[in-house]
């Protein structure tokens, strides 16, 4: 009786399972092309940073409009809240310490008022595009297996997927690298409307 009970608790199993879609692929270069100039986006997920000077990870909330952009990132319990906010004229970052900052466009002194600030390099500029798969348009970039290289940076693109209104899959997984530093992106909710 013992092995019946087992044989079906293991069917049970068994059709309980699912199988996930596969991951999309890398979308086409016209595609590339499309989503370089979608500009009204949202995108949720988690970041872990790595360098010598930090490490740590948070959540994150990008959301994308008529060219202005704001990120909200949260760490563990709320700790470590900092908001971005881009626009073509200028970049705010506020945080819990410290009086806000503002950076004029054309945003010569932007990275290292960012890794004084932060801790670490953040590449904010090109990431806008970096996050739907795509290089900077007005950056010169270098093509290499699974990613590109932009701004210093090697962009690492793991793993995409379908979302509704995009013209193409866009990216769930991608790791950034510069030197010491790593950032890995792991976006779990895309969300692309039309303006």
Do not use: H
């Not at 466009?105 to 960012?114: D, G, Q, R, T």
């Amino acid at each position: 009786m013992t092995l019946k009970w087992l044989a079906l608790l293991a069917l049970a199993m068994l059709g309980a399972c699912q199988t996930l879609p596969p991951p999309a692929a890398a979308p086409t270069p016209g595609a590339q092309a499309a989503l370089a100039t979608l500009d009204t986006w949202r995108a949720r997920g988690r970041v872990a940073v790595r360098s010598t000077a930090e490490g740590f990870s948070a959540s994150f909330d990008w959301r994308e409009a008529a060219g202005r952009g704001e990120i909200d990132v949260r760490g563990p319990l709320g700790a470590g809240a900092a908001r971005i906010t881009r626009s073509a004229n200028s970049i705010r970052i506020e945080t819990a310490s410290g009086a806000p900052l503002e950076i004029a466009a054309p945003f010569a002194a932007l990275e290292s008022e960012l890794t004084a600030r932060l801790g670490f390099p953040l590449p904010i500029g090109p990431l806008r595009y970096w996050l739907l798969g795509v290089p900077d348009p007005a950056l010169a970039s270098e093509a290499s297996a699974g990613g590109f290289a932009q701004a210093g940076w090697t962009v690492a693109l793991q793993q995409f997927a379908p979302v509704a209104g995009a013209p193409g899959p866009l990216p769930s997984r991608l790791v950034l690298k510069r030197e010491a530093t790593e950032i890995r992106v792991l976006v779990s909710t895309w969300t692309v409307t039309s303006p």
